[in-house]
């Protein structure tokens, strides 16, 4: 019965090393934990059965840790757990002399200091040059550099 117990005590303490690995590394509690479990199976192993076998339980041991690790970093079961969708969104892309300095729009949301802004028929992503801008604002591109485009209020 006792080599039940052993067996249960780093079984367990495996299991909790993976987690510490692969899911929720940097707490080291679980690790710890784990850590904590395996080392007591061994302890149990030589008080019970003595060194020679309890040698055996920490060889053991240590290979069952190391498979268990390769096993779970190179199965495709993490490739499952993955969200593999892809990122589809895209920066401010501005064309050249699709908006230029003069261009006038329309504030979508209020520009503090960033916000969108609609010039011509495309929405970018805008910043304003000194103020606060509200929503549905008459406003007029001051300069484009590379993809920021700054404006200011029309009204100004």
């Known amino acids: 019965m006792t080599w039940l117990i ?3 005590l780093i079984v367990v303490g495996i299991m909790f090393l ?8 940097g707490s080291t509690v679980v690790g710890l934990f784990g850590l904590a479990l395996v080392i007591g199976g061994i302890v149990v192993s030589f008080n019970h059965y003595g060194v020679e076998v309890g040698i055996f339980t920490l060889a053991g041991s240590l290979v069952a840790s ?3 690790i390769g096993i779970a970093l190179r199965s495709n079961t993490w490739k499952k757990a993955m969200h593999s969708s892809a990122i589809d ?3 401010n ?3 050249p002399d699709k908006v230029v300095k003069g261009d ?3 504030s979508i949301t209020r520009l503090n200091p960033m916000g969108k802004a609609m010039i011509g028929d495309d929405y970018y992503e805008v910043k ?5 801008i509200p929503e549905n604002t008459p406003i007029v591109v001051v300069k484009v550099e590379g993809n920021r ?7 100004e």
């Open 6 to 8: 052993v067996l249960s």
């Open 18 to 25: 993976l987690l510490e690995i692969l899911v929720v590394p």
């Open 66 to 68: 190391l498979v268990g």
């Open 89 to 91: 969104g895209r920066v």
């Open 93 to 95: 892309v501005v064309e």
């Open 104 to 106: 006038e729009g329309i």
């Open 128 to 132: 304003s040059k000194d103020n606060l």
């Open 149 to 155: 485009i700054i404006v200011k209020s029309k009204e």
